[in-house]
């Protein structure tokens, strides 16, 4: 039977949830009411969710945590992360700790500019067509003022158009390539609005241009779009201390452990295979923070890898060095966030996280965002080259063990106090839970003989 509908979204949300509860689920009743247990009780609240996106039939939460003691540039802060992984908060948290007793998270904006392109294709002479493009620069200026105008009050606007040809890789191919600055907000919809501009002035003025033959003039625009790459908006994070303080918490010499981490950081350096694993720490922390203030975490995944791609071979985003007794530890990474507009001004959560970190400046998020996404590299190569990461990681997960296994509430704490000094494996604890369950089971008998 074919699954297939039309008209879905007309339909009303409680049209909807009956309709995917009856087509797809065994029991529908069961279904509904799951969908209904996730809905906010303030109809004011679920409304505003309902309608951040179509066809919406219920929430999906991710937990809110934060991690407190984040020492940035001698300010104290407090960060909150919107994850579903075990130990990213607990590992951020311990290493925002650490460092904040060795000098804290240095940070520093090395850019802040946003790019788009208009896609053309324009079939005809080159040097016609820079001489055009030359011409009618100004008009791109002049024709989106009405969408400049308040950005250029808050000290952004357009700040450059390039005309690029592109036709040795594609026949006939070349790109408006403009340059945005947009102050505090991430500025997707200031810049396509203007990349759209540019497109119908292009495509106007060309048929207006006497110097074109008939096929110069019929320039076909293919896309206009900002990119997600962002190689100039950038912002490094560091935190460096003498050899002799990486002394907490292991067993192991603190020179030793520096050269170990410096080794696995320069391994990340050399191999792509490991080099997308280190960066997804990095991104364990960055990612949080960026949902919970309430920006386009797929914007930032894409702009970083390709960033760690930029020299040709993707490659780890940080580096680490031992120079005169100093061990220190860097990343330079691609941030396009927003701190007004979007989300940030609609989502309850995410204005609160926004509050809590002070109300940033767009540069003042991307150095927070980067001190966590560092905080979090750090957390995981100090546990890989030292216990392992499975110790740190089990302990974490093993509240979603016993989740799973349906533990009360004695079980849990009598589970947590066992695996205190055991190790955590899903097998130990599903026998430690059965044993468990055995022995209050034999007591139970016992009690009723
Ligand atoms: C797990 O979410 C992240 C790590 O794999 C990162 C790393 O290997 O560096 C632990």
């Given at each position: 039977m074919s699954k297939a509908i039309a008209g879905?979204?007309?339909?009303?949300k409680q049209e909807k949830i009956n309709w995917i509860a009856n087509e797809y689920f065994t029991n529908p009743a069961v279904a509904v009411s799951l969908l209904k247990k996730?809905?906010?009780?303030?109809e004011n609240l679920q409304k505003l969710h309902d309608e951040?996106?179509?066809?919406?039939i219920t929430n999906f939460y991710l937990p809110l945590g934060v991690c407190p003691n984040f020492n940035i540039n001698g300010r104290e802060y407090t960060i909150p992360m919107a994850i579903e992984e075990s130990s990213v908060v607990a590992a951020a948290s311990k290493a925002a700790k650490f460092w904040a007793q060795r000098g804290g998270f240095k940070t520093m904006i090395l850019g802040t500019e946003k790019i788009g392109q208009v896609h053309f294709i324009y079939k005809g002479d080159k040097q016609k067509l820079i001489a055009f493009f030359n011409t009618i620069k100004p008009k791109f200026f002049s024709e989106t003022e009405s969408i400049t105008k308040n950005m250029q009050k808050r000290g952004?606007?357009?700040t450059d158009i390039e005309l690029r040809d592109k036709t040795e890789s594609l026949d006939n191919y070349y790109q408006l390539h403009a340059t945005f600055e947009t102050k505090d907000s991430m500025g997707a919809n200031f810049i396509n609005s203007c990349l759209e501009q540019f497109s119908k002035t292009l495509k106007s003025e060309a048929l207006q241009y006497?110097?074109?033959?008939e096929e110069e003039k019929n320039i076909e625009t293919v896309m206009s779009i900002l990119s997600?790459?962002?190689?100039?908006c950038v912002v490094r994070a560091e935190v460096s201390c003498p050899?002799?303080?990486?002394?907490?918490?292991?067993?192991?010499d603190p020179q030793e452990f520096a050269e170990k981490f410096v080794t696995a950081v320069k391994i990340a350096e050399i191999e792509p295979f490991r080099a997308v694993t280190h960066n997804k720490g990095v991104m364990n922390g960055i990612d949080a923070v960026v949902v919970a203030t309430g920006n386009d975490f797929r914007a930032v995944e894409a702009g970083v890898h390709a960033y760690a791609s930029k020299n040709g071979t993707y490659s780890s985003l940080s580096h680490a060095k031992i120079e005169n007794g100093i061990f220190t530890f860097w990343m330079d990474v691609p941030l396009a966030l927003g701190t007004v507009g979007g989300l940030t001004t609609l989502h309850p959560l995410v204005k609160f996280s926004l509050e809590m970190l002070g109300n940033p400046t767009a540069k003042e998020l991307m150095q927070i965002v980067a001190a966590a996404g560092l905080a979090q590299n750090f957390a995981a190569l100090r546990s890989l080259t030292t216990t392992g990461i499975q110790q740190g990681h089990m302990k974490m997960h093993l509240m979603n063990i016993l989740n799973q296994l349906e533990a009360n509430e004695s079980e849990k704490l009598q589970t947590v106090k066992h695996f205190e000094q055991n190790t955590v494996t899903h097998a130990a604890v599903v026998d430690f839970i059965k044993d468990l369950r055995k022995a209050t089971a034999s007591n139970i008998e016992t009690d009723i003989l």
């Open positions: 879905f979204s007309k339909l009303t996730y809905w906010n009780n303030d951040f996106i179509e066809n919406t952004g606007g357009i006497t110097d074109f033959t997600n790459y962002v190689p100039n050899v002799a303080d990486l002394n907490e918490g292991n067993n192991i």
